[in-house]
T-cell receptor, first 114, second 115 residues
Framework: EPEVTQTPSHQVTQMGQEVILRCVPI?????FYWYRQILGQKVEFLVS????????KSEIFDDQFSVERPDGSNFTLKIRSTKLEDSAMYFC????????????FGEGSRLTVL | AQSVTQLGSHVSVSEGALVLLRCNYS??????LFWYVQYPNQGLQLLLK??????LVKGINGFEAEFKKSETSFHLTKPSAHMSDAAEYFC?????????????FGKGTRLHILP
């Protein structure tokens, strides 16, 4: 069964360093998302992406964050200069149909900022 | 903005007992509604979704949810709990009127199954 894959599963970084989290969405899906979940808290929307551009972003997704689909298969989330509060589980998701469609989630990338 | 409220951050039921996890949505126009499950150290998996086709929605693992417009609710139920049902459950919503494809999650309810 097709699935969303994310790498790395866990990354530890120093505050101020750049981090890139990678995702391979399901191949025929067109809508892509990043969510984050701080330990013990709710799953929060960060950004949605369609047709090679950002559709919507939340207040969390400030200038330190960027997304890219560099080669038609990978979908990346970059955090330019990490802060302690960026420590969280980051989930990538894809959706085949857009509105009303199911989001298929990856297993997540745990980011720890020291 | 659309939102959902999940009543109870923790729910404990005995194995074999009825599971009832509560979710209420905020809008006057029925949105698309979803229930996702998250097992420890895993991603989120769809249990079921409501997209206005039928008010009683059956999902995986014996779960079902009933959409009740009069109560703005979409509670999740399972007749008989199993130990393997212990997980975090998230109700989620997307905005049908504004054609919004993103989904917004509730705060989650952790389900504990007592032997």
């Amino acid at each position: 069964e097709p699935e969303v894959t994310q790498t790395p599963s866990h990354q530890v970084t120093q505050m101020g360093q750049e981090v890139i989290l990678r995702c391979v969405p399901i191949s025929n899906h067109l809508y892509f998302y990043w969510y984050r979940q701080i330990l013990g808290q709710k799953v929060e929307f960060l950004v949605s992406f369609y047709n090679n551009e950002i559709s919507e972003k939340s207040e969390i997704f400030d200038d330190q964050f960027s997304v890219e689909r560099p080669d038609g298969s990978n979908f990346t989330l970059k955090i330019r200069s990490t802060k302690l509060e960026d420590s969280a589980m980051y989930f990538c998701a894809s959706n085949p149909v857009g509105v009303g469609g199911e989001l298929f989630f990856g297993e997540g990338s745990r980011l720890t900022v020291l | 903005a659309q939102s959902v409220t999940q009543l109870g951050s923790h729910v404990s039921v005995s194995e074999g007992a009825l599971v009832l996890l509560r979710c209420n949505y905020s809008s006057s126009v029925p949105p698309y509604l979803f229930w996702y499950v998250q097992y420890p150290n895993q991603g989120l998996q769809l249990l079921l979704k409501y997209t206005s086709a039928a008010t009683l929605v059956k999902g995986i693992n014996g779960f079902e949810a009933e959409f009740k417009k009069s109560e703005t609710s979409f509670h999740l139920t399972k007749p008989s709990a199993h130990m393997s049902d212990a997980a975090e459950y998230f109700c989620a919503v997307s905005d049908q009127v504004n054609r919004d494809d993103k989904i917004i999650f509730g705060k989650g309810t952790r389900l504990h199954i007592l032997p």
